[in-house]
């Protein structure tokens, strides 16, 4: 319902809204992860909903105003609650999504691990909660809280706790076997990522036995709680009879995202190769993929354009794929890390004139056979041989 009364209210820029100075400006719904692309001109009337000033004395555009309050990117109060309201700097290419991995401790011990035996290796909570602000200074828009486990982060509850104001998306990445009713109770991030590789043959053949009912556990908490709730899934030898009854599940939990994606060999899959399968058998089940999550490639360029990777000592890297390639210690500057990234233009591809190309985007950088090859799994997708 419009409120009509705003112009005798404060107007000020909604908790779960924010300015997003990216290629373009935008104002960001952080719930909804959805972009708003804006003008000059309404970035500038933004700036001044600070909660200080009636709506009168801001402006006289009432479809434009009633349209932000109906979306939640503004609100309407009866007394000035002033807050600071601002705009990142501008960079190219913009930083939005980044991965930071807490610790590489974890519970389990996945076959298809690629980072390696779990470690004891984690980042200080002050360091975590200044690569956060600097990531939200620079424009992000979704952070990625990975590990490892990041229920096992011995400092989570605290940094969960004092990242809750910055304007960003926090989305858990979790094997979910952790997760209760208990500390769903202070777990106050945006989403939830399960990684769900199966029903309990598919996904206890990756993750171990017990693993399925604990998982699966931990989503219904999640759910209850009223947490937004995605799932990422492996395709691998033990699970491809089950996506048909994987997608009711999945369904049925009101998931707000399906990732699905094919192993690459590497670290542990390296000794459980049987895991794998071939490309042709792999990727008609990337077909069960929904949502808005992939945080890949970008018009003109090959993947991680605007992604980039913490590891729990600071290591900036492309993604943890790369981890033995970093582009500097994120603890110290997480912007000049960022520009010290490669960004592959496509025309640089061996397959540039490849017809597919604008919809493959080149892939997976790491799964191609070298830099600038095509990706295996798209070329099978896309059905070029």
Known sequence: MKNRNWRDQYLRLHPGAALKNLEQLYIYHISSDELYEIDEKAVGFFLRCDGTARGEELTSEVDFVEYCLEEELLEALPYPDPVDVDINPKIE???????LHLTHRCNLRCAHCYLGPPGSAEMDLSDAVKITEAFAAMGGLRLLISGGEPLLYRNLKEYIALTGDIRIRRVL????????????????????????????????????????????SGIRAAGRAGMAVSVSTMIHRENLDEFDRMKDFIRDIGAVEWGIDVMAVSDALETHRELAVSWKEAVPFLDYTFGGGYHGASEGFACGRHL???????????????????????????????????????SRLVCNSCSALNDCRGGCRYRAPGPLAPDPVMCCYYGIS
């Open 93 to 99: 290419p913009s930083l939005r999504y980044l991965e």
């Open 173 to 216: 990445f979790s094997n979910g076997t952790l997760i209760d009713s208990g500390n769903m109770s202070w777990l106050n991030v945006d989403e939830i990522q399960f990684s769900l590789d199966g029903l309990k043959k598919g996904h206890e053949a990756l993750r171990g036995p017990g693993t399925f009912e604990k998982t699966v």
């Open 308 to 346: 980039m990777t913490v590891m729990p000592d600071g290591r900036a890297v492309k993604c943890g794929f790369y981890r033995e390639k970093p582009l500097g210690d994120a603890r110290k500057d997480l912007r000049e890390c960022w520009l010290n990234m490669e960004h592959i233009p496509l």
